[in-house]
């Protein structure tokens, strides 16, 4: 593949042709990818050459099916984060389907009980492939509130399905899922993310008695 | 009618079943005896000036470190540890248990709290599903958390816990649990993140 060369909004006009209305080729537009050259190169006005695998990762970055799936507190700022005000659809990831079987993502929001987890192990067996999971707020990551005294609770969802993007808070506010949605994008774009730990995290966590 | 004149006149009727009246809290208490739960439930329900008709909430206390009124020093209980592991307390709870019955009456807009202690070692008491339904969900939760066997209840099981569940979570010697089944429950996890 030759040397991307940097292109601007018109790739978008060229990829979908001048057929298609406007609402469709904003949806296709390549501008939310950050640049169509990173993906693939236009030849000519209505040719595109590019990897089979990086437009199926772009499709399927564009169109996260979550899965309709709530534990505890956590769940009201999803439902909160896929309704009107912070409309998680603008990235793509607003179908909430019914069924593990057409669901890509696993929000983990809540607590992860003893009774529970079983269930979500399941849930997750059942996802088609590719699957991600995203672990939404303390209780998933590792027990949250519950560590010390909670009997029930498993200390962090990694322990039963492998995590993708960890989103912390008690609870994660909706930009904060909608963050980790972003970097759940990157992950599948194969980049890294765009969040890098600055120092004081370390020199912070560092001061914490044990 | 007040909580005095509602012991007085419960002690005029059981006698020897009301153990004593605590009148120095907000919520005055009247105290009884396991076996003439039912009776007491009965007679509170269904005498006229009393007309108890609304269980409002029916819960379990682990006196286990407290004295008779309640106060007492905290009692070291078991935990899971910082690093993950559990941290067992060798120290097997002698205290008694209770149940503390909440009522209130529609009629005359009046409430008691009626107190009723168990031994440890049986923790046994009589039903008072057959008077107010809803103490029949209120039982088995507090069997399912602390184990009190509530004679006559026609489905004492397990409410919220799974049913091969090991022991009862909300006594203060409560061994805390590594698994349960194929789920890890101790903080292996953040041990291992740690590590790495
Ligand atoms: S992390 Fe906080 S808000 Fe989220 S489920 Fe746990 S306790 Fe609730």
């Known amino acids: 593949m030759s040397e991307p060369k940097q292109t601007g909004p018109e790739v978008a006009f060229n990829v979908v042709g001048d057929q298609i209305a406007d609402d469709r080729e904003q949806m296709l537009d390549f501008r939310i990818d950050e640049d169509l050259a ?68 696993m929000i983990v929001s809540g607590t992860v009980t003893a009774k529970m987890a079983t269930r979500i192990k399941r849930l997750y067996d059942q996802m088609p492939d590719p699957k991600w999971v995203i672990a939404m707020g303390s209780c998933a990551i590792g027990g949250g509130p519950y560590f010390k005294y909670g009997y029930h609770v498993v200390k962090g969802v990694d322990m039963m399905v492998p995590v993708d993007v960890y989103v912390p808070g008690c609870p994660p506010r909706p930009e904060v899922l909608l963050d980790g949605l972003m970097r759940l994008q990157d992950k599948i774009r194969g980049k890294r993310g765009k969040w890098r730990k600055p120092k004081w995290v370390d020199e912070y966590i560092n001061t914490i008695p044990r | 009618m007040t909580e005095q004149e509602i012991y007085q006149r419960l002690q005029a009727r059981f006698d020897d079943s009301i153990l004593g009246f605590e009148s120095d809290i907000p919520q005055p208490v009247v105290s009884c005896t396991p076996e003439a739960v039912g009776d007491i439930a009965k007679y509170l329900r269904d005498d006229p000036a009393l007309s108890f008709d609304r269980l409002l909430c029916l819960s379990g206390v682990d006196y286990e470190g407290l004295d008779e009124k309640g106060k007492g020093k905290h009692r070291e209980i078991n935990r899971y540890e910082e690093d993950g592991t559990v941290n067992p307390v060798e120290d097997p709870g002698t205290g008694d248990l209770a149940v503390v019955y909440h009522l209130e009456s529609f009629k005359h807009h009046h409430r008691l709290c009626l107190s009723v202690r168990v031994p440890r070692e049986t923790p046994k008491i009589a039903s008072v599903g057959h008077v107010w339904i809803t103490a029949q969900y209120g039982e088995r939760e507090t069997y399912d958390f602390f184990g009190i066997e509530f004679e006559g209840n026609p489905d004492l099981r397990r409410l919220f816990l799974p049913e091969d569940w090991v022991g009862w979570p909300l006594r203060k010697d409560y061994e805390m649990p590594v698994r349960y089944n194929d789920v890890p429950l101790e903080g292996l996890g953040l041990a291992v993140r740690d590590e790495q």
């Open chain 1, 38 to 105: 990173k993906v693939a190169t236009p030849r000519s006005d209505h040719v595109i050459v590019a990897r089979v695998e990086d437009l199926f990762r772009w499709a399927q970055l564009s169109s996260i099916w979550p899965m309709t799936f709530g534990l505890a507190c956590c769940a009201i700022e999803m439902m909160s984060a896929a309704g009107t005000r912070y409309d998680m659809d603008r990235f793509g990831a607003g179908a909430m389907r019914g069924t593990p079987r057409q669901a890509d993502l």
